[in-house]
């Protein structure tokens, strides 16, 4: 049996829609905040209303959706991680609307983001057991949750639902992105503090989980490289024994024309500092554990057609595997 196992941070993928809810409070109250959003009131509903810094969370534009969308279905995995997805009912529109229904099963567990982006999981495959380790803290801060958004773990099933075939961790650990407002040199050095004990706690809770004959996946946007120091905590333990996955990719197309053009072919993510040269980085890492490592029988990134990306600034990635 083979299976094919991807990741790809979709970009902000948050809904057109509001959800119904618990906010009684508006239900009085002016309903003409803008254009796009309006308020039905009947005897049985209430409603909620998505907000960050105060404003209204504006949907992913339709070019995007569209795109993103294209490039799933044509990666057409079995099981597909994904990260920066507003909510499951977002999660499940897009994929009846958008992938036809392609995936049988589809997980989410809210995080903690104040920016509402939590991580989900797409599966042709069943799956079994489902955990949140969102309130995991780190012991150098135990009185806030380490995860900004989540640790997802998921049980993989085989199509008759009798044996767990792996075990996947998703994760989308703190990013690089300091506020104007902040002191760049001190606000990434507290980025980089912190992604080193989120890596930390990732270790810690896939060692307590899995056994040494585990067959597991670690994967998800880690926002740093493969050999980032802050990243040892999980990719450089010998008791784990982690694998890079993508360590050596194939590309589905050659990359956009660059000067000087990326270092290999392993990188999902570009970034462009103001008049200097654009970095490449795999910031979105698929490791697989040594008891599934050596089943391993390919790995491919998907490569945008344009700079700034399709749809997304991150460019999915998967591998397959023979079980």
Same mark, same amino acid.
């Given at each position: 049996m083979r299976v094919t196992i991807g990741t790809f941070n979709l970009n902000n993928l948050f809904s057109r829609y509001n959800f119904k809810g618990e906010i009684v409070a508006i239900e009085h109250a002016d309903t003409s905040v803008n254009s796009l959003l309006t308020y039905e009131f009947d005897a049985e509903d209430t409603y909620k209303v998505r907000t960050y810094l105060g404003r209204l969370v504006s949907p992913?534009?339709?070019?995007?959706?569209?795109?993103?969308?294209?490039?799933?279905?044509?990666?057409?995995?079995?099981?597909?991680?994904?990260?920066?997805?507003?909510?499951?009912?977002?999660?499940?529109?897009? &994929?009846?609307?958008?992938?036809?229904?392609l995936y049988s099963y589809v997980a989410l567990v809210e995080g903690n983001d104040p920016r509402l982006i939590d991580v989900g999981l797409l599966s042709k495959l069943p799956l079994g057991g489902i955990t949140s380790w969102q309130h995991a803290v780190h012991h150098d801060a135990p009185s806030q949750p380490v995860f900004g958004r989540d640790l997802l773990e998921v049980q993989i099933l085989n199509p008759s639902r009798t044996r767990t075939l792996f075990t996947l961790f998703n994760n989308h650990l703190k990013s690089n992105y300091v506020s104007f407002k902040d002191d760049p040199v001190e606000g990434a050095r507290a980025n980089n503090a912190l992604r080193a004990r989120q890596a930390d706690v990732v270790a810690h809770i896939v060692k307590t989980r899995m056994r040494p004959n585990s067959r597991f996946v670690v994967l998800g946007d880690k926002n740093d490289a493969p050999d980032s120091p802050y990243l040892w905590a999980f990719t450089?333990?010998?008791?784990?024994?982690?694998? &890079?996955?993508?360590?050596?990719?194939?590309?589905?197309?050659?990359?956009?024309?660059?000067?000087?053009?990326?270092?290999?072919?392993?990188?999902t993510h570009r970034y462009k500092p103001s008049k200097q040269p654009a970095l490449y980085e795999l910031y979105d890492q698929i490791w697989l554990s040594p008891a599934l490592a050596p089943r391993q029988v390919g790995a491919w990134i998907d490569r945008r057609q344009r700079h700034g990306g399709d749809g997304s600034d991150h460019d999915p990635a998967w591998i397959e595997v023979r079980l």
């Open positions: 992913k534009d339709a070019a995007g959706t569209v795109h993103i969308a294209r490039r799933i279905k044509a990666m057409d995995v079995d099981v597909l991680a994904v990260q920066e997805v507003e909510d499951i009912d977002t999660l499940r529109q897009f &994929n009846r609307d958008q992938l036809d229904g450089a333990d010998p008791q784990l024994g982690l694998v &890079n996955a993508l360590a050596e990719p194939q590309e589905t197309r050659p990359a956009k024309p660059d000067t000087p053009p990326p270092p290999t072919a392993a990188w």
